[in-house]
T-cell receptor, first 112, second 115 residues
């Protein structure tokens, strides 16, 4: 079946540290891949996306590259800030973009 | 960007009562709306997909008679949790998608607590 696997959290980093959150997927077709961010008490916000192999999504200093050969879409940021503290969800969707499959989420804590 | 609102943001109710949650697309027409449920420290699970003017399609394991979904207009979908029980306590999130657009826009969520 279709699924997304994320590294378990929480991830605790100091400000300005490098961030990597791993995400791998299993898909029966050719998926589009997404990273969403959820701040405390809020809904999900789209952070970035990639719709085909080798595409790189980027936003607010975050990047992720669609790697078909390794079925991965790892999230990276070169220098995290305290304001990046949130839960990050990797997700995929297929075909008509109706159904999203979400990973379990990774909580990021950034300390000053 | 497109904005989706939910009301209420937080609700506490007694066991056995029904609760209605509204999801609105504020600046676009949402031909399709989705309802998700998020358990603490877990991911979102799709409950149902609704298209304006037609019956919702429920995911396997979701009781359609317990979670009533109505998508009466292009900007409003409602989720009614009927005869709520403590195990229905959860964070409910809706999302909306415009016709011809692949992106789903998520609402801020509704925290339901059933006592």
């Amino acid at each position: 079946g279709d699924s997304v696997t994320q590294m378990e959290g929480p991830v605790t980093l100091s400000e300005e540290a490098f961030l990597t959150i791993n995400c791998t997927y299993t898909a029966t077709g050719y998926p589009s891949l997404f990273w969403y961010v959820q701040y405390p008490g809020e809904g999900l916000q789209l952070l970035l996306k990639a719709t085909k192999a080798d595409d790189k999504g980027s936003n607010k200093g975050f990047e992720a590259t669609y790697r078909k050969e390794t079925t991965s879409f790892h999230l990276e940021k070169g220098s995290v800030q305290v304001s990046d503290s949130a839960v990050y969800f990797c997700a995929l969707t297929l075909y008509n973009f109706n159904k999203f499959y979400f990973g379990s989420g990774t909580k990021l804590n950034v300390k000053p | 960007g497109a904005v989706v609102s939910q009301h209420p943001s937080r609700v506490i109710c007694k066991s056995g009562t029904s609760v209605k949650i509204e999801c609105r697309s504020l600046d676009f027409q949402a031909t399709t709306m989705f309802w998700y449920r998020q358990f603490p420290k877990q991911s979102l699970m799709l409950m149902a997909t609704s298209n304006e003017g037609s019956k919702a399609t429920y995911e396997q394991g979701v009781e359609k008679d317990k979670f009533l979904i109505n998508h009466a207009s292009l900007t409003l979908s409602t989720l009614t949790v009927t005869s709520a029980h403590p195990e229905d306590s959860s964070f409910y999130i809706c999302s909306a998608r415009a016709s011809g657009n692949n992106e789903q826009f998520f609402g801020p969520g509704t925290r339901l607590t059933v006592l």
